[in-house]
């Protein structure tokens, strides 16, 4: 944000001190190169991050979490992380009358 404030102001300085014609040719330079860079962020944005092998390509991590219980059928524990993540000593769960249970990284989407 800073280098932000400074580059606009620095524009704005040579803007004052250049002629017409020349603070268009400027201006039209650093227009087509903020289009540019615009455009690549948003392609950047778009693209897949992490690859095969990438635990933390979701961003979630699980660290040191509690107990979870479950009881009953159907019912579900997780002390880690549901779907793409990392867990990192996580806590004890348990389940008990049909019920499941996960301490780690469940990718089946039922924890």
Avoid at 42 to 51: I, K, N, S
């Amino acid at each position: 944000m800073f280098m932000a404030v400074l580059a606009v102001g620095g524009l704005a300085v040579a803007f004052v001190f250049l002629s017409a014609g020349v603070a268009g040719q400027v201006e039209a330079a650093v227009s087509a190169l903020a289009a540019v860079a615009a455009v690549g962020t948003g392609v950047w944005a778009a693209l897949p991050h992490g690859g095969k092998g990438d635990d933390h390509a979701s961003g979630v991590t699980a660290e040191q979490t509690g107990l979870a219980t479950a009881e009953g059928a159907g019912s579900a524990a997780n002390s880690g992380v549901r779907g793409a993540g990392a867990a990192k000593a996580t806590g004890d769960a348990t389940a008990t009358g049909g019920g499941r249970a996960n301490t780690g990284v469940d990718s089946s989407g039922d924890c």
